[in-house]
């Protein structure tokens, strides 16, 4: 148990990264920011700390990576997501719940490769 809640401690002090769900499934994207090809970018990383703070502010718990993990997704962004869900109406609920939050997110069926 001390190891799990380690474990989790650990993935709440990295600002800019969280867990997935899952790894297949269906994703509520609430960005994606052009991260000059892989080097990452000042303006991605306010960006993704901007659309942080905005999930967090209803609750939500944002993943982010880089576009090239995710199959389906284009490469060459830095992207914020949710999820990923089992189903496309749990990832509608999520996306209905921060919607006033995050106005343009989006969902995408994906599935994440990982590190």
Not at 41 to 63: I, K, L, N, W, Y
């Amino acid at each position: 148990m001390l190891a799990l809640l380690a474990l989790a401690g650990s993935a709440l002090a990295q600002p800019m990264r969280s867990v997935p769900l899952a790894d297949d499934g269906w994703w509520v994207v609430l960005g994606s920011f052009d991260n000059n090809g892989g080097s990452s970018s000042r303006a991605a990383d306010v960006a993704v700390a901007r659309m942080r703070r905005q999930a967090q502010s209803c609750g939500e718990r944002p993943f982010n990576d880089v576009s090239e993990k995710f199959t389906g997704f284009a490469p060459g962004f830095d992207i914020s997501v949710l999820g990923a869900y089992p189903t496309r109406a749990r990832a509608e609920a999520a996306r209905s719940r921060i919607g006033a939050y995050v106005p343009g997110a989006c969902i995408r069926r994906a599935r994440y490769a990982g590190e």
